[in-house]
């Protein structure tokens, strides 16, 4: 099955400086890299994802970019803000749709 | 609806009894899936549903644990002699809408506490 490695664990950031997280995967099949947040007490919240066909996508401030030969695929965060502070999680997809998490990343934006 | 919903919120348990959970999947949705969050984060996949057949149960202990999606009925996953281990945090999502199938939105999930 795919194997999912997400770093770093946790990441301290100014207010304004930007935040990249990075995640591996194994599975050379899979074909969809979507990117959750959560916050404490809720549950993950899809905020950007990406196909295998592309080799980036931005929405505002948050970006992906994925680099299929190297099986990786990173988040980038520009301008960060105190309200992008939660818990981060890669997820590629593997056969029959199933999410496979990464550990997760504990983002901090001190003010 | 347009969000995922989740009942309950929480949910304590003995050791030993039933527990049980539902999701209502975001309307014309056809994909369910479950996972389950540990401590430090970690997810797990448990199954998913396309319609009300089971699409994927590779990752359901099958001794105790056991799930539905019945037309017109919330989909149910259910815990029979829960155990301490099955403490945790179940979430349910749903995709097959015009995103597509892969897309999956979640709900706000049910916290188990076993006891």
């Known amino acids: 099955g795919e194997n999912v490695e997400q770093h770093p664990s946790t990441l301290s950031v100014q207010e304004g400086d930007s935040a990249v997280i990075k995640c591996t995967y194994s599975d050379s099949a899979s074909n969809y890299f979507p990117w959750y947040k959560q916050e404490l007490g809720k549950g993950p919240q899809l905020i950007i994802d990406i196909r295998s066909n592309v080799g980036e996508k931005k929405d505002q401030r948050i970006a992906v970019t994925l680099n299929k030969t190297a099986k990786h695929f990173s988040l980038h965060i520009t301008e960060t803000q105190p309200e992008d502070s939660a818990v981060y999680f890669c997820?590629?997809?593997?056969?029959?749709?199933?999410?496979?998490f990464g550990a997760g990343t504990i983002l901090r934006v001190k003010s | 609806g347009e969000e995922v919903a989740q009942t309950p919120k929480h949910l304590v348990r003995g050791e030993g009894q039933k527990a049980k959970l539902y999701c209502a999947p975001i309307k014309g949705h056809s994909y369910v899936f479950w996972y389950q969050q540990v401590l430090k984060n970690e997810f797990k996949f448990l199954i998913s549903f396309q319609n009300e057949n089971v699409f994927d149960e590779t990752g359901m202990p099958k001794e105790r644990f056991s799930a539905k999606c019945l037309p017109n009925s919330p989909c149910s996953l259910e815990i029979q002699a829960t155990k301490l281990e099955d403490s945790a945090v179940y979430f349910c999502?749903?995709?097959?809408?015009?995103?597509?199938?892969?897309?999956?939105?979640f709900g706000p999930g049910t916290r188990l506490t076993v006891l």
């Open positions: 997820a590629p997809v593997e056969y029959g749709n199933k999410l496979v």
């Open positions: 999502a749903s995709s097959g809408g015009v995103a597509g199938p892969f897309e999956q939105f």
